[in-house]
């Protein structure tokens, strides 16, 4: 196991046993909300990760990564920006996918931009978001998510 | 539940299914591959998912909200922003669960600007999320992103709210008599179901209200008190 995964376990099983100190009940429904939210999302997430890995044995990372630099970089962050806005990915699969992909080659620049409209800008969510705030605030709000998106991965590119 | 609706619920499902048999099929070296593959996946989930969960649901309980929401109004200046940027990073669930929460703060008093703030770092800094994503991208990576995303939230709030005015919003919705479930922001977590098992059930992956039982009071509140989203609401 790597640092960070130990990390985070440890600071969740102190947090947990703190909790578990201090408030009883209250400990016991953060376990049931976390079992429950993960068997809401098992089977999707199984589907997703299956498919996945079906992708990548057609499409391998490499030859993603060929492609993509072959790709102006700007034309190659707008694909990955749009293509971020219409999937609808846990971000905890997105990571390490991602990372296999950067590690293969593909530039940080679009990945970032997929990363960021992946999670904060939603066509599927879309018409509920509309629903709930009416039409220009949910235009506005993911119009200018989109475009910081690409903003975001072009310093990205700069600075790293 | 009929079976068509499932097979709805699942089509996803079903298509990978289809496209695995087809692969082993015509290519089988290539769907062993493609096991192979996901295998990996799915063992670098295992470790972080449960963990993730926990503290997601931990930080979501233990974060005092009430007294955070006090702060968001126009009036809140810095305080409100970062606050909303706090409460955003630790609440639980996918983002379409954070916006009949945020229609709520709104009502409430809370800002333009300080509601879209919430929904976008609700949506990209979660902070277990940046744990893994230092894992899998590395921490400069990461830190350095959230650095930017920080900012360019600031920057297209603001933006926001000079374009988009209160009256704007849709008006209150009728409040609908009695007791109702928001099925839209329900997460399927089913802690009202645990709470109150003879009013709520699950149907699907969503909560869904028993008809013909008169709700006790008192156990009702606690249940729309647990519910993590805030997707259980009644008018008496």
Known sequence: MDVFTIAIWVGTLIFLFISLVKDKEKTKKALKMALGMGRG???????????????LTILPPEEIARFVSEQSVLLATVVAALFGTITLVPAFIAFPLVGTLVGAGVSVVPAVAFLTTLTMVGVVTFPLEKKEFGVKFT?????????????????????? | MSILKKLKGNLFLI?????????FIARPEMGVASVKNSAYYIKEMLM?????????????????????????????????IVFSFVLGSV???????????????????????????ILSSWAVIKIPMLINEAKFLGPKFMAIRWVLTVIAIIIFSWITSKMVKDSDLPEDTPVQAGLSLNRDACMGCGLCTKQYPELFEMEGKKASIKQGTLPDVAKLMQAIDTCPVKAISKNL
């Open chain 2, 48 to 80: 972080i998912m449960p963990v993730i969960f926990i503290l997601t649901a931990l930080l979501d309980l233990w974060l005092p909200k009430e007294k955070v929401i006090r702060f968001l109004g126009k009036e809140a200046g810095v305080k409100g």
């Open chain 1, 41 to 55: 999302m098992v089977v999707s997430i199984l589907s997703i990760v299956f498919a996945i890995g079906l992708i």
């Open chain 2, 15 to 23: 298509i990978v299914i289809l496209a695995y048999i087809v692969m």
């Open chain 2, 91 to 117: 609440s639980a669930g996918p983002v379409y669960a954070a916006f009949p929460m945020c229609v709520m703060l709104h009502k409430k008093g809370a800002s333009i600007r300080n509601i879209v703030i």
């Open chain 1, 139 to 160: 235009v506005v709000r993911n119009g200018l998510s989109f475009v910081f998106a690409i903003v975001i991965a072009l310093v990205m590119g700069v600075v790293i």
